[in-house]
């Protein structure tokens, strides 16, 4: 049933948008090439691709092409190479290496992968002024919405800074966005043209500051 929605989502976005997926595998034959084939799969990874687009711009409350970046685009390339994967412009390059050596169901951990990179695609970053781990929060806090958070992430109220990036920011985050449904789409939404961590503020009331103090003291610190 997974498959059948995915390729429904898949259909509906490629028709909906003028957004094209392609992946390429330059590990074939690797470890890392081979189980990503027999496990994953470059139809699959498209499929997924179009699937995290489409929720990225709920997310971010960009339902027109005009409210997003101009991306016609998304090109996956699996690659022997350190690490677990990075976005460079419109290019997702995800790790054989870190496929080959996932121990667990390397399938579902790839989705969230790839929920990640997405959003890195379509995601707005101050025109680069915006801090990195804010950055990395964000892509996180939209895997977490999407439902692919592994079980080793931090738990919420975890961590030692707002900015600290990845899981911790992304907990963080959701926090926000309970005290005001939208807020991450807001934040989003500001950073197309610049960024200061006063955002917090205007859209808040509070600065983030005061905000990470309340999220801690909320889970006991």
Request: net charge negative; charged share 20%.
């Amino acid at each position: 049933m997974e498959a059948v929605a995915l390729a429904v989502a898949f259909l509906l976005v490629s028709a909906a948008g003028a957004v094209q997926y392609e992946a390429t595998n330059n590990a074939a034959g690797t470890p890392g090439g081979t189980r990503f084939d027999n496990e994953i799969g470059l139809e699959y990874s498209k499929q997924v691709l179009a699937t995290a687009s489409s929720f990225i711009w709920t997310t971010f409350d960009q339902q027109s092409e005009a409210d997003r970046k101009d991306v016609s685009l998304i090109t996956l390339i699996v690659e022997t190479m350190d690490g677990v994967a990075y976005t460079s412009s419109d290019t997702i390059h995800l790790s054989a290496d870190y496929v080959a050596g996932y121990n667990g169901d390397v399938r579902t951990e790839i989705v969230g992968v790839l929920y990640h990179e997405d959003t890195h695609v379509w995601q707005w970053d101050g025109r680069g002024a915006a801090n990195g781990g804010l950055i990395e929060g964000i892509a996180d806090y939209v895997r977490l919405k999407a439902g692919y958070a592994p079980s080793h992430w931090v738990q919420p109220g975890g961590g030692d800074r707002w900015d600290q990036g990845y899981d911790v920011t992304a907990r963080f985050l959701d926090y926000c966005n309970d005290l005001k449904s939208g807020f991450v789409a807001q934040l989003n939404a500001k950073m197309k043209d610049g960024y200061s961590d006063d955002f917090f503020v205007d859209l808040l009331g509070k600065t983030v500051d005061q905000l990470w103090s309340d999220y801690k003291a909320k889970y006991g610190g």
